[in-house]
């Protein structure tokens, strides 16, 4: 019998990484819920509880190589609560994806990090 665990994944099916960490949940047999979370954008509490999952702080969920952040936010000094505003408005700037599993959560880069919550 194949146990299954609830899993959500904040996912960009545009990502190539993204798609390889679904796969491998899905090939593992394993429920998940997928958020595409450029659509379904998290809210501030939402991202603070993800970013307290994968305790990180929330610069460390920041893309920093989209163009967006180096032409709007490089060099810029804000509170946490602010860096997590500017992600909730700017879903790019959100590290993808993140795998969710209760209250642990991962990042899969590489999508073999998931493995860990499976």
Not at 9 to 15: A, K, S
Not at 73 to 97: A, C, H, Q
Request: overall charge positive; glycine content about 6%.
């Amino acid at each position: 019998m194949i146990r299954k665990v609830m899993l959500q994944i904040l996912h960009n099916p545009r990502c190539r990484k993204s798609r390889e960490t679904l796969q491998l949940i899905q090939e593992a047999g394993t429920e998940v819920q997928i958020i595409e979370y450029l659509k379904d954008v998290p809210s501030h509490s939402e991202l603070e509880s993800i970013i307290k999952k994968l305790n990180i702080s929330p610069t460390g969920l920041l893309r920093k190589g989209e163009a967006i952040f180096k032409e709007q936010f490089k060099g810029k000094t804000l509170t946490d609560s602010e860096w997590i505003d500017v992600m909730v408005n700017n879903p790019k700037l959100i590290e993808r994806p993140i795998v969710i599993k209760g209250d642990k959560a991962v990042i899969g880069r590489p999508p073999e990090q998931v493995k860990s919550l499976l």
